[in-house]
C-alpha cells in the first residue's frame, strides 16, 4: 500500500475525501499573517492527543498518543488548512466538549474510557447523516486527521503496519493469510 492508497482509505472510511490534502502550497503558507499558524494551545494538543487516542487506542499494538497524534494534527491543521477548514477544525473541540457537558455534566478529559468511546461514537454517527461532500462535519476532520496522523507516523508505518525498510522486487500476487495487516510501505 502506498501513500496515496492510503489516504483514499482514510477518506472511504470517513465519507469524504481528504480536506487539505490538495490545497497546501508554499505561496500559501508564505502569506498567512504572522501568528495565524500558532492557533493551538498546549491544552488543545493534549485535547486532541486524548480524542485521537480513544480513536486509535493504545492495546497490543501503540495508540495515538504514541504516534503524537495532537500535536501532528495541530501542525497539519495550522499549516495545511484554510481559514475556514481551520475554524471548522477548531469547531470539533468545542463541539466534542460542549457534548460531554450536555451528556456528563463534565469535561472531556475527566470522562471514563467507556464514555469517551460513547461521546465520539455518537459524534461520528452524527455526522456521517450530517455532512455532504462540500460540508465535512467537523468531527470528519478531527477523524481524518486522526487517522492520517497515526497511519503515516514512524510507529503507525513501523509497528502496526507492515513495514519493509528496505522493499525488494514487484511481487503482483502475494498471498493472503488472515490476520495479516496491511502494508504500510512499499
Not at 487506542?57 to 477548514?85: H, I, L, N
Amino acid at each position: 500500500m502506498n501513500r496515496r492508497e492510503l489516504l483514499k482509505m482514510i477518506a472511504i472510511a470517513t465519507g469524504l475525501p481528504l480536506i487539505g490534502a490538495d490545497v497546501v502550497t508554499a505561496a500559501q503558507n508564505a502569506t498567512k499573517p504572522a501568528g495565524e499558524s500558532h492557533v493551538f494551545s498546549k491544552e488543545d494538543i493534549l485535547f486532541l492527543d486524548e480524542v485521537a487516542e480513544t480513536i486509535i487506542p493504545r492495546t497490543s499494538t501503540p495508540g495515538a498518543k504514541d504516534a503524537a497524534v495532537g500535536e501532528f494534527m495541530a501542525v497539519y491543521a495550522a499549516d495545511c488548512y484554510t481559514g475556514e477548514q481551520r475554524k471548522l477544525f477548531l469547531s470539533a473541540i468545542t463541539e466534542i466538549e460542549s457534548r460531554s457537558q450536555a451528556d456528563h455534566k463534565k469535561a472531556f478529559l475527566d470522562l471514563t474510557g467507556e464514555q469517551r468511546q460513547a461521546l465520539l461514537s455518537a459524534l461520528d454517527k452524527k455526522a456521517r447523516t450530517e455532512q455532504t461532500p462540500t460540508a465535512p462535519h467537523p468531527f470528519t476532520l478531527v477523524k481524518q486527521l486522526t487517522l492520517l496522523g497515526f497511519f503515516t507516523s514512524k510507529v503507525g508505518a513501523t509497528e502496526v503496519l507492515v513495514y519493509d525498510e528496505i522493499p525488494g522486487g514487484f511481487e503482483d500476487r502475494v498471498p493472503y493469510q488472515k490476520g495479516t495487516p496491511a502494508w504500510g510501505t512499499t
